[in-house]
């Protein structure tokens, strides 16, 4: 059986955890699904057009320090999404080095890829969740998206609840085939969540984080051969140093700390 007829097949039996039968490891203290790029662009396709729900999480080694610092809801989150991919080139190498093999498949090239395909443009029914209009005239200008629905939720979605929960309804009230929750973490995958829950919406929800924002151009991203040499944090931090240099600085000691605990629990194996 194939990885689509296997969806077909859980779905008609009610499965509603993962999706299909994939090989995962668990590091860093998440359960990344092993699957290559394609196999994930395909699935969003795929997905896109049930009359089921499925999320797509795409944690990063931001997003890794969180789950294993706050741990509850948040790491909920990610361990009910219907499928978690590793987001980070960073986390690749790393495992990589630990003997284990995690492809990087990034949010932002999930995202382009889905909105290079002129029929998901055309045919699909979409939300934005996050972003300015000018993204929305972008997608439609630029991308031919025909059907776009676009929800402007306040700052301060992590630490306000009820500010989720009304997103939350609004995306229930306007159904879309696919959702795309551009407002950051742990606050798209917490509507994910809850959205999950619920069990009101159907259709595929995207947590990706700034992938609009560099689709549209609204932020630069790095080039691919800054990309090939995992330095994409660091063109970030470059490009926005007052909003992510400190982050990045106060993170990089809690990440290390969190791959010496992984490697002192992991059996030793011989590099090449």
Known sequence: ?????AV??????????????LPAHRFLGVDFDVVDFETVV??????????????????NAEHVVRIAEVGGGVAQAYANASLCVNDSRVIELAARLMGIALPAV???????ALF?????????SIMVVGGDERMAQVLRARHGVR???????????????????????????????????????PQQELIAETLRCRGRSLGLVLCIGAGLEFLTGTKPRAPAW??????????RM?????????????????????LAEEYARRPKVALR
């Open 1 to 5: 059986m194939d990885n689509l007829d």
């Open 8 to 21: 077909d097949n859980a779905a008609s039996v009610g499965v509603d955890e993962r999706l299909w039968p």
């Open 42 to 59: 395909d699935w969003c396709l795929q997905r896109a057009t049930s009359d089921r729900f499925a999320s797509l999480v795409t944690p």
């Open 106 to 112: 990034p949010g932002a090239d999930v995202v382009k």
């Open 116 to 124: 290079d395909r002129p029929d998901f443009c055309r045919e699909r």
């Open 147 to 185: 059907d776009l629905r676009q929800i402007r939720p306040p700052m301060g979605l992590a630490a306000n609840a009820g500010a989720r929960d009304a997103v939350v309804e609004q995306i229930e009230a306007d159904p879309s085939e696919v959702v795309f929750l551009a407002v950051g973490s």
């Open 226 to 235: 800054l990309a090939g040499l995992r330095l994409e944090w660091l063109f």
């Open 238 to 258: 470059v490009t926005e140093p007052r909003r992510l240099a400190p982050r990045y600085i106060g993170l990089a000691p809690r990440f290390f700390r969190l």
